[in-house]
């Protein structure tokens, strides 16, 4: 009896009086735990001794929830947990998730923010996993994400204001290691000349490669152009080569501070910029998942940047899928074609320009009514390009010549050639 004068059971009685209505079932807890993250997950802990005991033993519901909340496939810890030299493993996925929330606890400590910070960790944990199995060599320079205070230390003395996107993206990865992928184009280097994370390409004489800036590159980057208008409420992320203490970089990739937009602007810095993903909620986070997922998806490959030089093999940014490319295959020989959008080449805003990628390819010997040859030769090109603006006619270019720029590439089989052009 309390002090009111109301009974009150104990939680034995209460048991012993329900009885078999009490039990949950593991199929029924299971189903229960599928639709919780970690938090509340710790929180039914605290419920009874049972769920504490099931919850806490049950690593498959733990892995679930690593999965779901920071995007892990293996019980990993935090880079910067565990120092240089990449990603530790904890015993479980229970102390995996925990090393997790702990780490970011300040992102769960301010509303909406949790969200952001989950988002950011699923998408560097599956790149980082895709990067271990097919590009080992781009993943050794990513560098452990920035301590809460190495980053708030790092705003402070660049009178910086970030949002929680960016904030969170360098807390989770801090760009790519300066000792390892070069910041300054040379025919010469070997591969740290082309390893950029966000890929790269050439026609002519332009080449690009991004590299992913790590922090204290970008607030320097951020510091040498914080005097041109087009660079007013934005911050650099990315960039190209040609980077010196006084000439800007031929691309650079830039976030809005205020609205979240992913643009890519020119080496003039003279341009607004332009945008590369929608805005409508989408923003850098947006743009990072379409990216990686078109990279885990071979949208994006491996290819040599500079078509004469064997050692410039980067991620290519001419696309082998969706609406920018297309190939058909006529009598054994596969012709593919892919455009792709040059924001740096372009003047204004008004003006959009694009660069093309053609590649031929002999996949089998020809026809016997083609005289069953093992080999062929292009001698001329018959090219439509289609140009249109959003509610405009559609114009068409035609393009007859002689072969590829004056050469006749000689086709054999699995051989290929390529030409490209702007």
């Not at 204001?161 to 040379?186: E, I, N």
């Not at 003039?268 to 909620?281: A, C, E, I, K």
């Not at 050692?311 to 969706?322: A, E, K, T």
């Not at 012709?335 to 002999?362: K, N, T």
């Amino acid at each position: 009896i309390q002090s009111d004068g109301r009974a009150r059971l104990s939680s034995e009685a209460f048991r012993e009086l329900m009885g078999d209505s009490m039990l949950v079932t593991s199929s029924v807890m299971d189903h229960v735990v599928t639709h919780l993250d970690g938090d509340a997950l710790s929180k039914c802990a605290l419920t009874c001794r049972a769920w504490r005991d099931l919850i806490q033993s049950d690593d498959h519901v733990w892995a679930t929830c690593a999965r779901q909340d920071f995007g892990l496939s293996s019980p990993i810890t935090p880079p910067r947990v565990v120092g240089e030299g990449g990603l530790g493993t904890g015993s479980s996925f229970r102390e995996a998730w925990l090393a997790w929330r702990t780490e970011f606890a300040e992102f769960f400590e301010e509303d909406g923010d949790a969200e952001v910070l989950k988002k950011t960790a699923r998408i560097f944990n599956e790149l980082r996993a895709w990067l271990g199995e097919n590009e080992p060599a781009i993943l050794a320079t990513l560098r452990p994400g920035m301590s809460r205070e190495e980053l708030a230390t790092a705003m402070s003395a660049n009178q910086l204001s970030l949002p929680a996107s960016v904030r969170a993206m360098y807390r989770v990865c801090d760009g790519q290691d300066d000792s390892k992928v070069t910041l300054k184009f040379d025919m010469s280097r070997g591969a740290d000349n082309w390893i950029g994370l966000f890929g790269g390409y050439s026609f002519y004489d332009n080449v690009v490669n991004l590299r992913f800036l790590n922090l204290p590159r970008a607030c320097s980057l951020h510091a040498l152009c914080r005097d041109k208008e087009a660079f007013d409420d934005k911050f650099p992320f990315a960039c190209s080569f040609q980077w010196a203490k006084d000439v800007m970089p031929e691309r650079t990739m830039l976030v809005g501070l205020s609205t979240g937009d992913v643009l890519s602007m020119g080496g003039t810095g003279q341009q607004q910029g332009h945008l590369l993903h929608p805005s409508g909620g989408a923003g850098l986070l947006g743009w990072l998942e379409t990216f990686f997922g078109r990279l885990r998806a071979g949208y994006f490959r491996k290819a040599k940047l500079i078509k004469d030089l064997e050692h410039s093999v980067g991620i290519s940014l001419f696309p082998r899928g969706g609406e920018y490319a297309c190939e058909n295959v006529t009598r054994g020989v596969r012709v593919r074609a892919s455009s792709l959008f040059v924001p740096e080449m372009c003047r204004g805003l008004q003006r959009y320009f694009y660069a093309y990628s053609i590649r031929f390819r002999l996949l089998r010997p020809l026809d016997p009514s083609d005289g069953g040859a093992t080999s062929c030769q292009l001698l001329s090109r018959h090219f439509t390009f289609t140009r249109w603006a959003p509610g405009g006619p559609r114009e068409e270019d035609r393009v007859d010549g002689e072969a590829v720029i004056g050469m006749y590439p000689l086709l054999r089989c699995a051989e290929g050639a390529e030409g490209g052009g702007r």
